[in-house]
């Protein structure tokens, strides 16, 4: 393994709750003077990438949906799962073109192994 490989190891962040594609999240991300900015969300789609690996929550207020993407190691962001979506995608990028009710996710409540 070469210098780079080791080091981008070591960043790597295990404490993160396990979650997937589909499952409503709660991030939050320390700012300056103990401030915190939260964002709720139905993660959409999580890229894999070693050290640069990320996030995408997407999130309707008011009728304005927003998207938002994090990167998944970063040392001052907090996830937590508030929901366990049921989904049969990888990516739920078809969720831009729906509204209202068609856009919810079902809840899986079946229980963890």
Same mark, same amino acid.
């Given at each position: 393994?070469n210098?780079i490989? =080791?080091?981008?190891?070591? !960043?790597l962040?295990?404490?993160?709750p396990?979650f997937?594609v589909?499952?409503e999240?709660d991030v939050?991300?320390?700012?300056? =003077?103990?401030?915190?900015l939260?964002?709720?969300?139905?993660? *959409?789609a999580?890229?894999?990438?070693? *050290?640069?690996?990320?996030i995408t929550?997407?999130? %309707? %207020?008011?009728?304005?949906?927003?998207?938002k993407?994090? +990167?998944l190691?970063h +040392?001052?962001?907090? *996830?937590t799962?508030?929901?366990?979506?049921?989904?049969?995608? !990888?990516?739920?990028?078809?969720?831009?073109?729906? !509204?209202?009710? !068609?856009?919810?996710?079902r =809840?899986?409540v079946?229980k963890?192994?």
């Amino acid at each position: 393994m070469n210098l780079i490989q =080791e080091i981008e190891q070591r !960043a790597l962040r295990t404490d993160h709750p396990h979650f997937k594609v589909g499952d409503e999240l709660d991030v939050s991300m320390k700012l300056d =003077e103990g401030r915190a900015l939260s964002f709720k969300g139905v993660l *959409i789609a999580r890229k894999n990438r070693g *050290i640069r690996s990320s996030i995408t929550l997407r999130k %309707t %207020t008011q009728g304005v949906a927003v998207e938002k993407v994090f +990167p998944l190691h970063h +040392p001052l962001l907090t *996830i937590t799962r508030l929901k366990k979506g049921r989904v049969r995608r !990888a990516k739920l990028y078809y969720l831009r073109n729906l !509204a209202g009710r !068609a856009a919810r996710i079902r =809840e899986d409540v079946r229980k963890d192994k």
